[in-house]
């Protein structure tokens, strides 16, 4: 063992528990009832609040000035807020996808991972939210996109591809949280019932609602878990599909088409895992739970993101392929403008990022060393985002009429509102850490094999 | 009942018995071995499903997923129905010309709500099916059972099932080897009163977040003689400049741009001189330009064109009798009356002399050009053509058939 981290590290002791479930019990509860978390969580902490910070104030400029603080320009009026709302929609997949398509799927190694993945999915629709509710230009009116009956005697636009938007993710925010929320009662309740504190045992014991375990309740509660996760199922399809909508119902050449729907939900499984790689590298380390997230988990995430990064290859070339086969100039010339125009920099850089650098995870010693696994992570996020800044701005910048072409150059408080998001993103996942279950004890001791009933 | 009032608990009463075993197995077999005894108010209680465990206590297929079921048709009919009736009765939206009502495009929202109002059913049945919350429990006071969500494994058979029996209830259980078996009394030490302070925050809470109410019920009531309040004022008051108002940001001050500088709108291109001038070279053209089709549908055309703006002065014979004539005549105030289109020197006027005069007018007939296309002006000129032809033809003009016709 490393000494220098054992030091720093109050978690890499010798697990307490005379038996299996004891142990999983004190691997995860300790987080929480550790004096104070490990330096590294500090340092990440101070970092990702001075970022929150920077995201307050960007968004004050903007809200203070309007959005043309941002660097919209003439073609390009959804620029970096929509590039970022759908990043971050997008990172929300991996969450769900986790804890409902793998349960529906039986893959059981999914407990150890499926409780922050579902976190990471609620603070990344947090960030994206952000975007669309500043982006509409007048952040105090955002309730106008709701059904509220109002002085003007008007109703939304239920036809728009846009309210779609806020009826999709409204309800997959809504989804998640009750999701997420009902995963961690009984992990609440062992934090309730292990706290020697009174205000930990109220607060605890208030979230638990007064759960004890009954194989009763315990029925119910399954049966409510697998009903939540085959409604989750379709609903995570269907988000970024509507995202996808968008963009697609629209007569834009390049957003124009049929594809994107089932391209846009495999981009963002790709991206979510891709974002769950790169929390979980550092997680497992500095809270102790390698023998919780092993490597094998991170293994058969490396996996998946390799699966996913093949289908959006695909997707990027039967995008070209159908440019070609339409007859369609315009078409034609979106596709080769892309590859070869004004943004071409970035069509390339995400080619790399999402199609070539996911393919060191064939080598099975490369996906089984944290270190690729988590650069690969962080290069795919990078393609993500640059995914989605292509497809907005080379298809604006370049319409239909030579007249109405532009270049969208991104303003200083454009890159302080995109790392600033990370701030707030990053600020509560260490808050989750520290506070809440990481793991889903009761699922992971669900599935050891003490847990099995043995009949003569 | 206060506390003072309470009776003086000689004895309280037995809530039921305990048993702790250590593993599932031995918690799955002590299960069944209370099931086949016929007792029905009993539980097991463990840190993680046991899966199949309902089948060894004899529980019954919970009736959530109909629940769940009820609340998902639900949420899809009131989607349904809030859409088609606000967007196609209470405010009708006009979009691409679609009928106001046509359902596709409404699906997705129908979806969303289906799948909301199951999750909350969901979450929400089982909560309401499970009795949660539920803040205080006879078992709470028992040291022990902490444990059980953590690693142990408890049976509890409740001393109100009719097969209690204090004695023999505890030999079944003996029987099945628990770890520790113990009494579980009824809770007499925790309140079942709200704490105070709870009740107060509530209270205060309740109120304070009644305020903004109160301030918008009472301007709904009042009348004020004062303007609206503008919170936002660049947004009510625009700074965006009109069309002919001097602007300082460029550096012709004018607002109105002009086209950036090598481009046409869509169709302003005007390539083809002979057919939006009427001109060839510097001479009025005295043919149609070939992009006119000279057919029966450009003559019609052109009677229609003719007929909608040139009888009010011109007449519908051309002979500059229109209605509008007819009445300034009548006026007496000084009228310079509209040409007759037969005179002579009109009808030997060249073709791209008459689509000049409709284009850019002529005395105090106004320009036509900016009204009517060029297409149809030309389609004008036409008409005219047979207009002039009609009203001064001879019988020489007419064919063997038509002459026999009118004999």
Redesign the interface.
Known sequence: MNTRVSITNPYNGPLEGDNAFAQITHNVSRIMEAPRPPLAWYIAFAFALGLLGVFGLSLGIVVWEGIGAWGHVHPVAWGFPIVNFVFWVGIGHAGTLISAILFLLRQNWRTAINRFAEAMTIFAVVCAAVFPGVHIGRPWLPYWMFPIPNQMGMWPQFRSPLEWDVFAVGTYATVSVLFWYMGMIPDFATFRDRSTSTVRRFVYGLVAMGWRGSSRQWHRYERAYLLLASLATPLVLSVHSVVSFDFATSQLPGWHTTIFPPYFVAGAIFGGFAMVVVLAVPAREFFGLKKIITLKHLELMAKVILATGMIVGYAYAMEMFVAWYSGSIYEQFAFLNRAFGNYAWSYWTMIFCNVLAPQVFWFKKLRTNVWVILIVGIIVNVGMWFERFVIICTSLTRDFLPANWGAFIPSAVDYATLAGSFGLFFTLFLLFCRYLPMVAMAEVKAFIPESHVHDH | MSDSEKPLATETPLYGLIAEY????AL?HAARKVRDAGFRRW????????????KD?G?RM?R??WL?LGFALTGMAVATY??YW??SV??R?I?SG?PFW?WP??V??I???T??F???A??G???F??N??????P??LKER???????KFFLVIEASDPKFDERDTRGLLAATNPVVLDDVLEDRVTSDRIPAPLIYTLVILGAVSLIPFAFIAKARAAKTTEGRVH??WD?DFTPAYKAQEGNPLFGDQRSMRT??EG?VALGQLHDDEHLYTGKVGDEWASSFPESLALSEATMERGKQQFGIYCTPCHGQLGDGNGIVHQRASKLKQGWVPPSDLHQTYIKEQPAGQIFGAITNGVRNMPAYGPQISAEDRWAIVLYLRALQKSQSASVNDLTDAERAQLQ
């Open positions: 250590d593993n599932p197995t799955v539980d097991t209680y463990t840190p993680f499903p046991i899966h199949g465990i309902e206590m529980i919970t959530l997923p769940v809030f859409q606000t967007n209470d405010y939206w979009i679609k046509s495009a409404n997705p929202i979806f969303e709500m799948i909301l199951s999750a909350f969901a979450i049945g089982m909560l099916l499970n949660l919350p539920l803040p205080a429990h078992l709470d059972f902490r444990r059980v969500t953590d690693d919170v936002v947004m086209p950036p481009t």
